[in-house]
């Protein structure tokens, strides 16, 4: 399974973008899915995970009411709307294809990785 996630850029705070994750087979329609980021210098944490079908949602306290994720499985495609950007969202944001349904919080609960995209918020 190959994730190829795209969107990211330079913003100014306050602003917005949106990442796309393809996913390049069609075994992710029934597998949950999720984003994840990892900030410079730090550890990769957990923003968003969905359910295969869509219906479910689980965020991160940080990004709840800013960030929205969304998949269209017609289209294997995976989404993150991010608003009110802050600097402290600056991170490479990862997709990621959950074991079976699963859309946890947890990184060990993925086993297919896209190979990020950067997103700097700075004025």
């Known amino acids: 399974v190959q994730l190829q996630a795209s969107g990211g850029g330079l913003v100014q705070p306050g602003g917005s973008l949106r990442l796309t994750c393809t996913v390049a087979?069609?075994?992710?329609?029934?597998?949950?899915m999720g984003w994840f980021r990892q900030p410079p210098g730090k550890e990769r944490e957990f923003v968003a995970g969905?359910?295969?079908?869509?219906?479910?949602?689980r965020y991160a306290d940080s990004v709840k009411g800013r960030f929205t994720i969304s998949r269209d499985n017609a289209k294997n495609t995976l989404y993150l709307q991010m608003n009110s950007l802050k600097p402290e969202d600056t991170a490479v944001y990862y997709c990621?294809?959950?074991?079976?349904?699963?859309?946890?919080?947890?990184?060990?609960?993925?086993?297919?990785w896209g190979q990020g995209t950067l997103v700097t918020v700075s004025s």
């Open positions: 990621a294809v959950g074991r079976g349904a699963s859309y946890s919080s947890t990184a060990g609960s993925y086993n297919y």
């Open positions: 087979k069609r075994t992710s329609s029934n597998n949950g």
């Open positions: 969905i359910s295969w079908r869509g219906g479910d949602t």
